[in-house]
């Protein structure tokens, strides 16, 4: 078992935010290889151990240590990471933050405060309801904003997949003449 760590992983904490009384810390409270960060667990855990470590040097140093993987996660080919998740999982579509398991449509995001998952009108079909798909006829939602425009598009005959991918390769003046033509139908 070595008794510290070699000169290059020493300067490599450095170079992460640690002092050299941190490192010293490190060894005298049982770190003493790059092996040892992964039954640390986290960088939590890490402040923890060594007092004054700020939270961002922390981080740092575990990414590192465990080569940007969590502990017990192990690295798909290519050095990316497989999560695997329920299909009952529900990101805020504004800051991405995780929501809870009672989760329910129409809910506020725990973090932003914000609706997690807006309830959007189908321009094909006219159902609304959350999420990226309509759960009635699958077409992708579009911005609410632009809904008058998708179903000017769908009147003209644009097949429903279509649709969404015109509104985002259109740039703002052509658009504009979109909503020309809408505002003219209804005139």
Not at 27 to 47: H, Q, R
Not at 87 to 115: I, M
């Amino acid at each position: 078992m070595p008794k510290g760590f070699s000169a290059l992983e020493k300067n490599i904490l450095k170079a992460k935010g640690l002092t050299e009384a941190q490192v010293k810390k490190l060894i005298a409270v049982g770190v003493t290889s790059k092996d040892d960060f992964k039954t640390v667990g986290s960088a939590a855990t890490l402040a923890e151990l060594v007092a004054g470590v700020d939270g961002a040097v922390a981080e740092r140093v575990m990414a590192w240590a465990t080569d940007g993987h969590a502990p017990g996660r192990a690295p798909v080919s290519g050095g990316s990471n497989l999560v695997v998740e329920s299909a009952d999982v529900v990101y805020c579509v504004h800051c991405k933050t995780k929501q809870p398991k009672d989760y329910k449509s129409g809910d506020l995001c725990v973090s932003c405060g914000k609706q997690a998952e807006p309830i959007l009108a189908c321009f094909w079909c006219s159902a609304s309801g959350p999420g990226k798909f309509c759960r009635q006829c699958g077409a992708e939602f579009v911005a609410t904003a632009e809904l008058d425009l998708a179903v000017l598009l769908r009147r003209e005959g644009l097949p429903k997949d279509e649709v969404p991918k015109r509104l985002k390769a259109l740039s703002a003046a052509e658009k504009d003449v979109l909503w020309g033509r809408v505002r003219k139908s209804r005139g």
